[in-house]
C-alpha cells in the first residue's frame, strides 16, 4: 500500500476497501507499522492492539466479501481510553484503572466498529479526561506531531495526535469543556463535539455527566461527519440519550456559505491573543465572508463567566461520578486498617493531583453550607449562559470564534491550574449550553520561542440538534482554505 | 457566596482521600486560588433566575420489569481487587463487640 493511501482520509480508504482494491487486513498492517515507526516518539497509544486490531480486520474484510456496504471499512480507529472496548485495558490515563479490562464495549465505539473501522489502539488522555495537554496522564508521555517538545493538547491529546501522526484515520474524543476542540486545534486536526446527548455515552467513564459527550478527532471534516454519522442517534442503555432522528451530516456537505450569517462575539475580542494569533482569526473571518457568508456582531455577555461556572458543576459531578473508585469492584486496592482507611489509602495512591483537586473542589462546593451558594448559583449562571445563545441565534445560523487560547504551548508550561484551564475559555460556554461545535483548522502560528509554525483552530458552532447545517459550513471552509495541508508532521526524523 | 477559605482536611476525609501535609499545603492554596476566581459569579444577578441541571430536556426513563442478560458473575468477579467465592472481599465494616 502506498504511503499516500494510509495518510488519506478514512472516506478515500473506505472507498478503496470498499471496492476491494486493498483488503482491511493490509490497511490495518500499514496502521501497525506507522504506529511502530513513529509511536515511541508520539506517545499516542497506551495499547496497541497488534493481533486484535488484524482479527478485525479479518472480520471486516468477511463482511464485505459477503456482500455488506460499509460506510467506513477498514478505517484504522483509535480509541480514547475512557471508552470501553470488550477485552482491552482502559485505564482513563489513570493508576487506580491501570489494569482493568472493560467487560462490554461503548455503544459509540461499536457503532463505528459496525460501520468497518478497525480498532488499533487505546490512546492517552488527561486522567479521567480532566487537562488541556496530555500531561495529567499517570501513564505515559504524548507529544505534538507538530513539534515534539510540545503538548498535543487535552484530554483527548492521544487521538488527535494518532490522527495526525497518521497512525489512525478517526480517533474518538470526549468533550466536557473542551477535550475534542482544543486538542484538534493543537494537533491540525478537526475536532468535533456534537449537541450533548446526540451521541450515546454507554460505555464512557464519566467525568462530568451533564457535560460529557463524545466526537471524533479526524483530519477531514467529511471523515468527522462520516464517524459522526455512524455514532449518532439513539440509545436505550444511556438515560441522558436523545431519541430524535439523526440529520445525516456527510451527504450534505457545502462548498459555499452563501445565506450563511455567522455570528463573531464582541466580546471574544481575539486581540488579547498576540498580534498573530489575531491576524490569523481576522483572515478566518474574512475568508469565510469571501465564501458568501453575512457576518454579524453578536453579544455573549455572560460567556466571560463560562470558566467560573464550569468549574464549579464539573468538579461538582465529578466528586460525585468519581466516588465509585474505590477499591471494592474493580481497579486499585490500597489496604487499611478498617474499610474508611482503605477507602482513602486507594483514592489517595490511585488519583494523581489534578483529579484530587477537582474531587475535593466539587465536594466543597457540594457540601452542607455552600450547596446553595456555590453549586445552585453556577446551575443559575448555566441558564444565563444558555440563554445568550439562545438569543444570538436569533439572528446568526451558526458562531465563530478561536478554538483555544493559543496554540500548542511547551511541556511544564502551565504549572498553575488555572491558567491551563484558561486554555478552554472559548470552548466552555458552548458546552454549558450544550450545543454542537468544532474546531477546523485555519492557520499557522509560530509561538514565541518556538522552532516550527503550530496549526490554529477557527471554532463554529451551532444552536442545538444542528449538526448538519455546521459540518456543511465547516467543509467549505476547509475545502477553500486548505490550511491544514500546508505542513507536514515533524517526525520524519524519527520515522527514519 | 461564602468567603470561608476552604478546610482542606475535613473536604478530603469527606471526599475520601488520604492527603500528606503537602498536598494539605498547596491543594488549600489552589483551591483557594480558584475560590476567588468563581467568586466571578457574585456579579451576576441570579435571583429570579431556575437553575439548569441539564441543558437537553430529559424525562425520566424506566424499562419494562423483565429479566434480560447482564455481564455473568464470573466476567465481574475477575476485575475485583479481592474476592472470596462468589462474593467481593472488603474489610470489616461493622465493628466486632
Known amino acids: 500500500m502506498s504511503k499516500e493511501t494510509i495518510e488519506s482520509s478514512a472516506a478515500a480508504i473506505a472507498g478503496r476497501v470498499g471496492a476491494r482494491e486493498l483488503s482491511a487486513a493490509e490497511v490495518t498492517e500499514e496502521a501497525l507499522g506507522r504506529i ?8 499516542a497509544y497506551l495499547t496497541v492492539l497488534g493481533d486484535g486490531a488484524r482479527e478485525h480486520a479479518l472480520r471486516v474484510d468477511a463482511r464485505i466479501a459477503g456482500g455488506e456496504s460499509l460506510p467506513l471499512a477498514g478505517v484504522p480507529l483509535a480509541v480514547k481510553d475512557n471508552m470501553c472496548l470488550t477485552g482491552t485495558r482502559t485505564t482513563c490515563g489513570s493508576k487506580i484503572l491501570e489494569n482493568w479490562i472493560a467487560p462490554y464495549t461503548a455503544t459509540a465505539v461499536q ?37 515534539l517538545s510540545r503538548v498535543p493538547g487535552g484530554s483527548s491529546g492521544g487521538s488527535a495526535a494518532a490522527v495526525a501522526a497518521f497512525e489512525a484515520a478517526i480517533g474518538t474524543g470526549s468533550d466536557t469543556g473542551g477535550s475534542i476542540r482544543e486538542p484538534g486545534a493543537f494537533c491540525n486536526a478537526i475536532g468535533f463535539k456534537p449537541t450533548y446527548g446526540r451521541i450515546s455515552r454507554y460505555g464512557l467513564i464519566a467525568f462530568a455527566s451533564s457535560l460529557d459527550q463524545i466526537g471524533p478527532l479526524t483530519r477531514t471534516v467529511e471523515d468527522a461527519a462520516l464517524a459522526y ?16 432522528p439523526v440529520e445525516t451530516a456527510a451527504t450534505h456537505l457545502r462548498t459555499d456559505l452563501k445565506g450563511v450569517r455567522i455570528g463573531i462575539a464582541r466580546e471574544f475580542d481575539t486581540a488579547k491573543l498576540g498580534a498573530e494569533s489575531h491576524a490569523c482569526y481576522a483572515r478566518a473571518y474574512r475568508d469565510l ?21 464550569y468549574y464549579l458543576i464539573a468538579p461538582a459531578e465529578c466528586s460525585s461520578n468519581l466516588a465509585r473508585f474505590d477499591g471494592v469492584r474493580y481497579g486499585l486496592r490500597v489496604e487499611g486498617d478498617d474499610v474508611q482507611a482503605m477507602y482513602e489509602a486507594t483514592r489517595a495512591a490511585g488519583f494523581g493531583a489534578e483529579v484530587k483537586r477537582r474531587i475535593l473542589i466539587g465536594t466543597y462546593a457540594l457540601s452542607s453550607g455552600y450547596y446553595d451558594a456555590y453549586y445552585v448559583r453556577a446551575q443559575k449562571a448555566r441558564t444565563l449562559i444558555a440563554a445568550d445563545f439562545a438569543k444570538a ?52 502560528v509560530t509561538p514565541e520561542g518556538g522552532s516550527s509554525p503550530m496549526p490554529m483552530g477557527l471554532q463554529l458552532a451551532a444552536p442545538l ?28 526524523e524519527v520515522a527514519k | 457566596m461564602a468567603s470561608d477559605s476552604i ?26 486560588d480558584l475560590l476567588e476566581h468563581v467568586r466571578a459569579l457574585e456579579k451576576l444577578d441570579t435571583g429570579s433566575v431556575a437553575a439548569t441541571a441539564q441543558v437537553i430536556a430529559s424525562r425520566n426513563v424506566e424499562r419494562g420489569d423483565d429479566v434480560r442478560g447482564c455481564l455473568d458473575r464470573e466476567t465481574v468477579l475477575e476485575q475485583a481487587p479481592q474476592r472470596q467465592g462468589a462474593f467481593f472481599r472488603v474489610p470489616r465494616i461493622i465493628a466486632a463487640e
Not at chain 1, 439513539?234 to 430524535?244: G, K, L, Q, Y
Not at chain 1, 465572508?289 to 461556572?309: K, N, Q, R
Request: aromatic residues 10%.
Open chain 1, 36 to 43: 511502530a515507526a513513529s509511536d515511541d516518539a508520539v506517545g
Open chain 1, 111 to 147: 457503532r463505528l466498529l459496525d460501520a468497518g473501522c478497525v480498532p488499533v489502539g487505546k490512546t492517552n488522555m488527561d486522567e479521567f479526561a480532566m487537562g488541556s495537554s496530555c500531561e495529567n496522564s499517570a501513564l505515559g508521555v504524548t507529544r505534538n506531531p507538530y513539534d
Open chain 1, 229 to 244: 454519522d455512524a455514532m449518532a442517534g439513539f440509545d436505550p442503555m444511556d438515560a441522558t440519550s436523545v431519541d430524535r
Open chain 1, 289 to 309: 465572508e469571501a465564501l458568501g457568508a453575512e457576518l454579524v456582531e453578536i453579544s455573549l455577555p455572560t460567556a466571560d463567566y463560562g470558566l467560573a461556572t
Open chain 1, 393 to 444: 441565534f436569533e439572528t446568526c445560523d451558526l458562531i465563530a470564534s478561536p478554538a483555544a487560547s493559543s496554540p500548542a504551548f511547551e511541556f511544564n508550561a502551565k504549572s498553575d491550574p488555572y491558567s491551563m484551564y484558561l486554555m478552554d475559555y472559548y470552548t466552555i460556554p458552548f458546552s454549558l449550553a450544550g450545543l454542537p461545535a468544532l474546531s477546523v483548522p485555519c492557520g499557522w
Open chain 1, 465 to 492: 440538534f444542528e449538526e448538519r447545517a455546521l459540518l456543511g459550513a465547516a467543509h467549505a471552509y476547509e475545502v477553500a482554505t486548505s490550511h491544514a495541508t500546508r505542513h507536514r508532521p515533524r517526525l520524519a
Open chain 2, 7 to 32: 478546610d482542606v482536611r475535613y473536604v478530603a476525609k469527606l471526599a475520601r482521600i488520604a492527603l500528606t501535609d503537602e498536598e494539605v499545603e498547596r491543594f488549600g492554596a489552589q483551591l483557594g
